[in-house]
C-alpha cells in the first residue's frame, strides 16, 4: 500500500524558515517524481516545486530562490525547505507523486506564517 | 507560464445531472492534462490523466476529452459522492499549474 506522509508543519514568524517532511512507502521516491503542492485556507491547488527521479529540481516564481526541494533516498524521504516566510505562504502544504500528474497524496502539512 | 482558466467556478446541480466542467490552456498543452476530486479536508484524487483517461478504480461515469486547448470533464450521471470541488492540472511544461476550480454543489 501506497502511504506519504507529510510532518514539520506549524506557526512560524514571518522571515523564518521550514523544513518539510514527506516519508513515503510503497513506492521508491528517487525513482518518481515528486512534487510539493500547496493549498492556502479556502483557496485552490497550487504547485511549488518538484524533483525528478535524475535530480532536477523545478521550482514555481512564487518561491524561487528562497526555497529548495531534496530527497533522502536511503530513508525513502522527500523534503522542502522554504525561507523568507511571508504571510502568504500559509497554506497546508501536500507531498505528490509520482509522475507530473499526482496519483499519490499525503495528508498534509500545515504551516501558519503569522507573527 | 501556461493559464489554466477553469469554468464555471460554482455549477448547482441535481442528483443525476450530467454535468461538464471546462478548463482552456492558454497554449497547447495535449493530451498533458490531468482532473482531480477534492472534498472538504481530504487530498485531491485523480479522476483523469492524459485528458481522457480513466485512473484506477475511478467510476465509468467521469470522462475527459479535449478539443484544441480546451478540455472538459463531464460526470454523465452525478451521483451524491460527486458533490466535490474539481481541478484540471496541465502537465506539459514547468511549471506545472492548476486551474482555479470548480465546486459543484447540490441544488
Known amino acids: 500500500e501506497v502511504q506519504l506522509a507529510e510532518s514539520g508543519g506549524g506557526l512560524i514568524q514571518p522571515g523564518g524558515s521550514l523544513r518539510l517532511s514527506c516519508s513515503v512507502s510503497?513506492?521508491?521516491?528517487?525513482?518518481?517524481?515528486m512534487s510539493w503542492v500547496r493549498q492556502a485556507p479556502g483557496k485552490g491547488l497550487e504547485w511549488v516545486s518538484g524533483i525528478s527521479s535524475g535530480g532536477s529540481t523545478y521550482y514555481a516564481d512564487s518561491v524561487k530562490g528562497r526555497s529548495t526541494i531534496s530527497s533522502d533516498n536511503s530513508k525513502n524521504i522527500l523534503y522542502f525547505q522554504l525561507n523568507s516566510l511571508r504571510v502568504e505562504d500559509t497554506a497546508l502544504y501536500y507531498c505528490?507523486?509520482?509522475?507530473?500528474?499526482?496519483?499519490?497524496w499525503g495528508q498534509g502539512a500545515l504551516v501558519t506564517v503569522s507573527s | 507560464d501556461i493559464h489554466m482558466t477553469q469554468s464555471p467556478s460554482t455549477l448547482s446541480a441535481s442528483v443525476g445531472d450530467r454535468v461538464a466542467i471546462t478548463c482552456r490552456a492558454s497554449q497547447s498543452v495535449t493530451p498533458w492534462v490531468a482532473w482531480y476530486q477534492q472534498k472538504p479536508g481530504k487530498a485531491p484524487n485523480l479522476l483523469i490523466y492524459k485528458a481522457s483517461s480513466l485512473a484506477g478504480g475511478v467510476p465509468s461515469r467521469f470522462s475527459g476529452s479535449e478539443s484544441g486547448t480546451e478540455f472538459t470533464l463531464t460526470i454523465s450521471s452525478l451521483q451524491p459522492d460527486d458533490f466535490a470541488s474539481y481541478y484540471c492540472?496541465?502537465?506539459?511544461?514547468?511549471?506545472?499549474?492548476f486551474g482555479g476550480g470548480t465546486k459543484v454543489e447540490i441544488k
Open positions: 505528490a507523486g509520482d509522475g507530473t500528474n499526482f496519483l499519490h
Open positions: 492540472q496541465q502537465y506539459s511544461s514547468f511549471p506545472l499549474t
Open positions: 510503497g513506492f521508491t521516491v528517487s525513482s518518481n517524481f
